[in-house]
């Protein structure tokens, strides 16, 4: 079954202690991208990949970290979160079809992720 | 500042009625628009696309309208069923490697929908 799989679903951390949010794709999608989604603000965009060992800033990256060392996974790291990283976040993937990815991504079921 | 807005946070309407979402953009780059649906405690899926070159998509219930002169796209679900009830993301990409939005999906702040029987 082709699907996006995100660990863990639930976090409630303290600020300052590092924290990794795992993400593994099984259908050799080359693009892979990290979203929070946030009331009324919708889904916005920290990092994507568009192949290993290319990574990109998205919309909102400050105080995120991502790599790409496997096309499979691709984790998203918060070396020192604070409360304002509280939010509800998304890995998704997708395969890339000419200059541009294509977008009809397959998402995660999302992490849940407080700091206190 | 979002280039994606779905001015409507709720839409409420009866079954068998007609839902219509709608969504505005600001980006001339954007070239190809989708629309994902969202249950709570599951990631968006995938519900149906458009490209610049059209200006409309049909798939069973679902249709989207694009106005690229507006700058503006909507999406039809007729009939409106229970099942439908959840949160409907707008979202946009550009095409040219050249812009800013290359390689990103902008996404809308979403319209709550519920199906009242």
């Known amino acids: 079954e082709a699907q996006v799989t995100q660990n863990p679903r639930y976090l409630i951390t303290v600020t300052g202690k590092k924290l990794t949010v795992t993400c593994s794709q099984n259908m050799n999608h080359e693009y892979m991208s990290w979203y929070r989604q946030d009331p009324g603000l919708g889904l916005r965009q920290i990092y994507y990949?568009?192949?290993?060992?290319?990574?990109d800033k998205g919309d909102v990256p400050e105080g995120y970290k991502v790599s790409r060392k496997e096309k499979r996974n691709f984790p998203l790291i918060l070396e020192s979160p604070s409360p304002n990283q509280t939010s509800l976040y998304f890995c998704a993937s997708s395969s890339i079809q000419g200059a541009r990815a294509r977008t009809e991504a397959f998402f995660g079921q999302g992490t849940r992720l407080t700091v206190v | 500042d979002q280039q994606v807005k779905q001015n409507s946070p709720s839409l409420s309407v009866q079954e068998g009625r007609i839902s219509i979402l709608n969504c505005d953009y600001t980006?001339?780059?954007?070239?190809?628009f989708l629309w994902y649906k969202k249950y709570p405690a599951e990631g968006p899926t995938f519900l149906i696309s458009i490209s610049s070159i059209k200006d409309k998509n049909e798939d069973g219930r679902f249709t989207v309208f694009l106005n690229k002169s507006a700058k503006h796209l909507s999406l039809h679900i007729v009939p409106s069923q229970p099942g439908d009830s959840a949160v409907y993301f707008c979202?946009?990409?550009?095409?040219?490697?050249?812009?800013?939005?290359?390689?990103?999906?902008?996404f809308g702040a979403g319209t709550q929908v519920v199906v009242t029987p």
């Open positions: 990949s568009m192949n290993v060992e290319v990574t």
């Open positions: 979202a946009a990409s550009a095409a040219q490697m050249t812009t800013d939005s290359w390689g990103k999906l902008q």
């Open positions: 980006n001339s780059m954007f070239d190809y």
